[in-house]
């Protein structure tokens, strides 16, 4: 189980780098191949569409065909898609490969990995650490993303300084890409038994991988798909646009402020597992969220940069403690044999809950007068979200918290 362990946090780190690694050069990428920026915007779409439609069907069948041969297939589509293109300008063949592919436009996690994973440490823990090592697990995850990014800009330009030029730059940023795909595939290979479903109980009748679970998951998917809807309102780029706006500030300091933020938000995930073990999960993700609305919709409303940037800091550092307690939650209260499926439904579920938003703060912020408005109607869909999330599931506790 240890071996499992530690090689399920090395794919997420190994993963995770890459996916950072690729994100800063991957537009940069196909605008020099010779697409235009709307093909580019376009291949985009396609990839996030693709992505979400390959994770869901690998998460729906994991727990019944194989957590690692689910895992072996997303890291083989992961090298795919880093080969492709590697190898070809061709706009269609690109698009079929970010279509089928596993490649990460934004840097996040993508593709089916996180919920098959997190399934299978949930089986490789007790139902008293789990919650630890998922807080441990996100935390590893954000600070790869940020060495990724870091690693794959800087190679590129010191690839340029050094006399190549901008395409076979960013062709050795892919080719390290692909590599990494592959690294992740030998890694599940070697993943034990230890890792798959338990199989006691066979349930012919499944929707979407579930069973008896089905209903809880389907309200979690619900109420999460509102959670991310809202979020999508003040995504990190619409926010940074609002301190220019309003505050004229330059990208240097908006980064800067972005990198405290981060920094905050991967700390409070661990502080989480403490709360959580006095007051519960659900408690915890609904009394850490509902004051983070609050300070969220307080920064329209300060007087100058350096209280929104105080109620900024102090809304991250509280913001994200539901991430690890919601991803521990969702495993802990289905069977064993639906956490793959449980965790993927409820993933793709935010996914278009976030993706429908964005636009509308676009609007909204190009009229001076709704300048605030997209923090408003966040903090509001998200107060209602707690409400709902806490009367809904509050009666409805994790093995660890049932009295014995």
Request: charged share 15%; glycine share 10%; with cysteine.
């Amino acid at each position: 189980m240890d071996r499992d362990r530690t090689l399920l946090f090395t794919t997420r780190i190994t993963r995770l780098f890459a996916y950072g690694f690729l994100s800063v050069v991957l537009a940069l990428y196909l605008a020099e191949a010779g697409l235009s920026e709307s093909q580019v915007g376009l291949l985009l779409t396609l990839t996030l569409a693709g992505d979400a439609v390959v994770s869901l069907w690998l998460t729906t069948v994991a727990d019944r065909v194989g957590r690692r041969r689910m895992l072996i297939i997303g890291s083989l589509l992961m090298v795919l898609a880093g080969v492709v293109f590697l190898l070809t300008r061709n706009p269609v063949i690109l698009s079929l490969a970010a279509i089928v592919g596993v490649i990460s436009p934004s840097g996040n996690e993508i593709g089916p990995f996180l919920s098959i994973e997190q399934a299978g440490l949930s089986q490789l823990v007790e139902d008293s650490n789990r919650t630890r090592v998922f807080a441990w697990y996100n935390l590893v995850g954000s600070f790869a993303t940020a060495c990724g990014a870091l690693a794959g800009g800087y190679l590129a330009q010191a690839f340029q300084s050094r006399g190549m030029s901008p395409m076979q730059s960013y062709r050795m940023i892919l080719a390290g890409y692909a590599l990494a795909g592959s690294a992740l595939t030998l890694c599940f290979l070697s993943l034990s038994k230890a890792v798959e479903a338990p199989r006691e109980i066979v349930y012919d009748k499944r929707i979407l991988g579930l069973h008896k679970s089905s209903g809880v998951v389907f309200k979690l998917s619900a109420l999460f798909a509102v959670d991310a809807f809202a979020g999508g309102l003040i995504v990190q780029s619409i926010v940074a646009l609002w301190f220019h706006m309003r505050y004229g500030i330059g990208v240097g300091v908006i980064g800067a402020i972005f990198f405290g933020c981060n920094v905050l938000a991967g700390i409070s995930a661990l502080l989480a597992v403490r709360i959580a073990k006095k007051i519960g999960l659900i408690n915890t993700m609904v009394f850490t969220h509902l004051p983070s609305n609050v300070l969220l919709m307080l920064i329209p409303l300060t007087p100058n940069l350096y209280w929104a940037v105080a109620c900024l800091l102090a809304r991250f550092s509280i913001s994200q403690m539901d991430v690890p307690t919601r991803q521990s939650y969702t495993v802990a209260v289905v069977s064993p044999d639906e956490r793959s499926a449980a965790s993927g439904v409820t993933a793709i579920a935010r996914s278009i809950g976030a993706a429908l938003s964005p636009s509308l703060s676009g609007f909204f912020m190009g009229i001076p007068a709704l300048l605030g408005l997209p923090f408003f109607l966040c903090g509001g869909l998200k107060i209602v979200y707690d409400i709902a999330l806490w009367r809904e599931f509050r009666g409805i506790k994790p093995p660890e918290e049932k009295p014995l």
